[in-house]
């Protein structure tokens, strides 16, 4: 790392060039060569969310998920987000059917909802996903609570969703509730990391990996 | 952790108890007694937002920053977030004064700005920033080029911000850019995490927790 000065600061400027260096920096630190060919790009852009290389060894996916993905996102499912944040840092251009992103967590009687339910805003907003959730892409980047709602409800019946991304983040109950993703045993093919780490910025690099790869790699 | 089984599953659903559960978990295992008091609410809200007790060894501050956001927030100082995604984590009840959050990142003349000097976006929407830029509390969570082009900026004599809440993250710039702002020759009050880790939820958690604490503290 360059000494700081006072600015003018000497860095990298050039979208493109800033992209090529991280992914670089990423392919030459992170063990990818273990990694199936079709989970590469996957990793790649998930590290490069976090700054965190060590990820890796957490993150744990069906076999078929990059597959099941692609043919989702190409039948134009919608994208289910837990959070206004994941749904933010999908990065349109990258959806190939123009594909609708959708985030119910503040409709107007999810707290009422939630009252009734006995449960948190993030787990009640999962019912307003029932519409959408047949052949969906589920991005879950902040609540365990519905990741788990999710799941209770595809064992009630609820339509099954393409793939889940499953990223809850924190101390109670995320570790858990992507143990009971990974468990899942309804089939659903997912893509998630062990333990208490993910967050929003995991759960939308993890659509826009699945949704075009790195198309920003012109290496 | 309890082994996971198919739904329904054991889980924490009550709002109130899971923050509770969270705080207590993070105060049991990070070394907060080792931080002044007034950064303790910081670093809880921080270390809740990403999972990880561990970033209480990069984090970094000047000493008046709490002190100095309050002040702001109490004068009704705007809030500048690089991305969206701050923007959204960002709980707008929490802000004392209804203050504004403003992301200019996806004004429409961003990208032919960004062409003419020759930066990225986030670097380019930081012009935008300048008619708000005096006493404001700026959240950068994502671009480390955005940080940079801020510091410049003042260099070249815009107005200073009351704080600079410093969070990009990756591989390129990022830690560079956070020591640029340890070392910000303008006495600009900061906080901000040494390395490549950071990030847009961070972020936002900075501006929270600086707002407002941790009202969801109810133990």
Same sequence: chains 1, 2.
Avoid at 159 to 171: R, Y
């Amino acid at each position: 790392m360059a000494p700081p000065a006072a600015p003018p600061y000497d860095y990298e400027r050039d979208p493109s060039a800033i992209y090529r260096q991280s992914f670089s920096i990423v392919r030459s630190e992170a063990a990818l060569g273990a990694l199936p060919d079709a989970m590469q790009a996957v990793a790649i852009r998930l590290i490069h969310s976090c700054g965190m290389v060590d990820i890796l060894d957490d993150l744990t996916w069906s076999e078929n998920v990059v597959e099941r993905a692609g043919a989702a996102f190409s039948n134009g499912a919608t994208v289910l987000a837990d959070v206004e944040m994941v749904a933010n840092g999908i990065i349109k251009r990258l959806l190939p059917r123009n594909n609708a992103v959708v985030c119910t967590l503040n409709e107007n009687d999810v707290p009422e909802l939630a009252k009734r339910l006995g449960t948190t805003r993030s787990a009640a907003a999962v019912e307003h996903w029932l519409e959408h959730l047949d052949g969906a892409i589920v991005a879950v980047g902040n609540a365990p609570t519905a990741l788990f709602h999710l799941l209770e409800e595809v064992a009630k019946g609820a339509p099954k969703p393409a793939v889940i991304l499953g990223f809850p983040v924190g101390f109670v109950g995320a570790a858990e509730s992507k143990q009971a993703l990974i468990e899942n045993p309804f089939g659903i093919p997912f893509l998630t990391i062990r333990g208490r780490r993910g967050g929003s910025a995991m759960a939308a690099a993890a659509v826009n990996a699945l949704a075009a790869g790195l198309p920003e790699d012109t290496a």
